[in-house]
Structures are given as structure tokens and as C-alpha cells.
């Protein structure tokens, strides 16, 4: 289950991909989630990951793919 700070972003990234058949950056995540820091968005990418909604896909830019739907 996700904090809901995590199921917002996981949501802004279906959102966002569903619109742009792209994933948004960290820019794009950051100011969503209305935060100043890289790092935060990181570490709540890989918690969404480790519960198993999403995959990253190292060295390649916006390389996230959602495995569970919400």
C-alpha cells in the first residue's frame, strides 16, 4: 500500500503518461509534488518501486514503467 504522498505521484505518473504517451521529468514530477529536491522524488520513486507499481529502468531518461494500475 502506498503513503499518500507516493500514490500522488504514482497517479500523476499515469496521468501523465496516459496524456503524453511519455513520462514527465524530474522537473515535471517536482513541481507536481510541489518539492525543491531531486532526491526526494528519487527516494519516492524507489519505494514506489520496491512495493511493486512501478519499474525504472537504469540510464535511460524517463525510463519508468507502471506495473500495477490504480
Known amino acids: ?8 505521484l504514482f497517479k500523476f505518473l499515469q ?6 504517451e511519455v513520462m514527465p ?8 509534488m510541489n518539492v525543491k529536491s ?8 524507489g519505494y514506489i518501486e520496491w512495493k511493486g507499481y512501478i519499474k525504472r529502468i537504469p540510464n535511460y531518461a524517463r525510463a519508468i514503467q507502471i506495473i500495477k494500475h490504480n
Request: proline fraction near 0%; aromatic fraction near 14%.
Open 38 to 45: 531531486k532526491s526526494v522524488i528519487w527516494n519516492m520513486l
Open 1 to 8: 500500500m502506498l503513503t499518500k504522498k507516493q500514490l500522488k
Open 15 to 20: 496521468n501523465y503518461f496516459k496524456d503524453n
Open 25 to 32: 521529468t524530474f522537473n515535471d514530477m517536482m513541481q507536481h
